[in-house]
């Protein structure tokens, strides 16, 4: 009789697990449970569906349900999972009763942490995260005047931008400094909040958020700063892991709530995986686990759980966690360590900052750019480096996350060769420059 | 014990954070509003940051890593290939 796995969980951890282990074991049988009525679209790009930048939702999914079927992955949709039973190895389904595994993948993904005030139970309260209710609230936003984004995190951001580049009166409150300062510096972040300004968003940083307000529907939100008056609130706070069932049946968390896995994301209980946005993964650099990462990191764990749940032998590495987003007019990236971050965890640290160009100078279209570099005193390994220019980003930072995986030097990088086409790169790099001031600090 | 490492994870990070907001927001002029703390906050902001900080980072980082989670478990750094040019 042909294995079975089961999935629970239909985003991009689960649909990469299930792809994955029908590959490992082209005769076994996989079932993906999920409660939404889809699988496999890219939830990133909902927000530049609601900015307009994005004609429609259709171009955010992957693949079709009949494309699949006929790979022989078996998703069933709207289909609760409702406890896991280890020692038996049976999933509980909602309606439909127990049914067994042989090997079980948990990609339960995430929830936004609860804002814990009064008034979320309001109508007007999104959270932005299923496609469906995306489409649905889509149509919502051409009714709205004013909407409140709730913290400044990288979908509050991705939000905000949204929100203003769709004509909408937009605030954000946030209990933090500012935007985005769990990550980035304040030197970052400073070219977004000015675009913001132009752009007509309202900042509200160091602000508690103390009620949704409203009879039946949201009139305003309430903040220590005083009552906002809101026909929406976008609630982008922190991403927790869901981890409720698994928890239940006695898979073990670590320390940043997500389960604990290895290196094949193999969980506590033998025959069990775990990948995506519920479980945590060490950070390379400075070996603390992390938790609630990106699609990509989701997909590529998914496809690790499944070639293992496989019979396959895949292993994940610790992540360095390459980011990046266009905010306002700007675009900010970076990996791992930042100046605040570093600071946080007081590791010790020498720093250079360079500001470059995109372009040849003279090329229309030349934009600056700079750069942060962090480096270990003494051998001056790469640590964490920091962005903000408005292209080339994304592309820099993949090389920096490089960087520092491979533990190249801010020497290394001080003479690296660059690129020189007047239309695509300058003749002195950015990040050169900033490794550049980088020894020189050191 | 795990709830204990969960509890202070949360906690030490929520708050080292916003002392490092806070000295790195005054090194750039940049203005750092911050809501007011409790008993915990004061805690952790004027006792518990202070101390963390002035250990010593090898002992800070044994301290960190000897926490239970992932990071504990079997990752296997990826062999080095040789270094330099291929041919």
Same mark, same amino acid.
């Given at each position: 009789m042909a294995p079975r796995a089961i999935v629970v969980g239909g985003g991009a951890g689960g649909i990469g697990a299930a792809g994955a282990y029908k590959g490992a074991q082209p005769d076994g049988e996989v079932i993906v449970f999920t409660e939404f009525e889809d699988a496999a679209y890219s939830p990133c790009g909902i927000p530049y569906v609601h900015g307009k930048e994005i004609p429609s939702f259709e171009a955010l999914f992957l693949a079709t349900k009949e494309a699949y079927v006929e790979q022989g992955i078996d998703i069933r949709y709207e289909t609760r999972v409702t406890a896991l039973d280890l020692k038996a190895g049976t999933v509980a389904i909602e309606g439909q009763g127990d049914l067994g595994y042989d090997r079980l993948v948990v990609a339960t993904g995430f929830d936004y942490a609860d804002p814990g005030v009064p008034g979320t139970d309001l109508e007007g309260l999104y959270y932005v995260k299923n496609i469906r209710r995306a489409m649905e609230w889509d149509k919502v936003l051409d009714t709205v005047k004013v909407a409140v984004v709730v913290e400044a995190t990288p979908l509050g951001l991705e939000m905000v931008t949204a929100l203003a580049h769709r004509g909408i009166e937009t605030h954000v409150i946030d209990h933090r400094p500012w935007a985005l300062s769990d990550l980035a510096d304040p030197d970052i972040a400073q070219p977004v909040e000015d675009s913001w300004t132009e752009m007509g968003v309202k900042m509200h940083y160091g602000v508690t958020l103390e009620a949704f307000v409203g009879e039946g529907r949201i009139r305003a939100v309430r903040t220590s700063a005083g009552e906002i008056p809101a026909d929406l609130a976008v609630i982008c706070t922190k991403k927790v892991p869901n981890t409720v069932l698994g928890t239940a049946a006695g898979l073990e968390t670590g320390p940043t709530g997500g389960f604990v896995v290895d290196s094949r994301m193999r969980t506590s209980a033998e025959g069990v995986f775990a990948c995506g946005d519920c479980v945590e993964v060490p950070l390379g650099v400075g070996n603390l686990p992390v938790q609630g990462l990106s699609g990509s990191h989701a997909y590529a764990q998914g496809k690790v759980a499944g070639i293992n749940a496989g019979g396959g032998n895949r292993e994940y590495q610790p992540v360095y966690v390459p980011w990046g987003m266009v905010a306002g007019l700007w675009m900010i990236g970076g990996v791992a360590y930042g100046e605040t971050v570093a600071r946080a965890l007081g590791i010790p640290h020498v720093m250079? $900052?360079?500001? *470059? @160009?995109? /372009?040849? /100078?003279?090329?229309? *279209? $030349? &934009?600056? #750019? &700079?750069?942060?570099? !962090?480096?270990?005193?003494?051998? !001056? /390994? #790469? @640590?964490?480096?920091? +962005? $903000?220019?408005?292209?080339?980003? &994304?592309? /820099?930072?993949?090389? !920096?996350? +490089?960087?520092? &995986?491979? *533990? @190249?030097?801010?020497?290394? #990088?001080?003479? +690296?060769?660059?690129?020189?086409?007047?239309? @695509? *790169?300058? #003749?002195?790099?950015? +990040?050169?420059?900033?490794a550049q001031n980088l020894l020189a600090n050191a | 014990m795990m709830r204990f490492a969960r509890w202070l994870r949360q906690n030490s990070e929520h708050y080292l954070l916003i002392a490092a907001q806070r000295d790195v927001a005054a090194r750039y002029g940049h203005p750092c509003p911050r809501p007011r703390e409790g008993f915990k906050g004061r805690f952790f902001l004027n006792l518990f940051a202070p101390v963390y900080r002035g250990l010593p980072w090898r002992f800070r980082a044994f301290v960190l890593h000897s926490m239970p989670g992932s990071h504990r478990q079997s990752w296997t750094p990826r062999a080095r290939r040789p270094l330099g040019p291929a041919v």
């Open positions: 250079g $900052v360079a500001q *470059g @160009i995109s /372009r040849a /100078r003279y090329f229309p *279209g $030349v &934009k600056t #750019l &700079k750069v942060k570099l !962090l480096a270990e005193p003494g051998t !001056l /390994r #790469l @640590i964490g480096a920091q +962005m $903000v220019g408005q292209e080339g980003i &994304k592309e /820099r930072a993949d090389f !920096l996350a +490089m960087a520092v &995986k491979t *533990g @190249i030097t801010a020497e290394d #990088l001080a003479y +690296m060769e660059n690129v020189y086409s007047p239309p @695509i *790169g300058a #003749l002195n790099e950015p +990040m050169a420059l900033a | -």
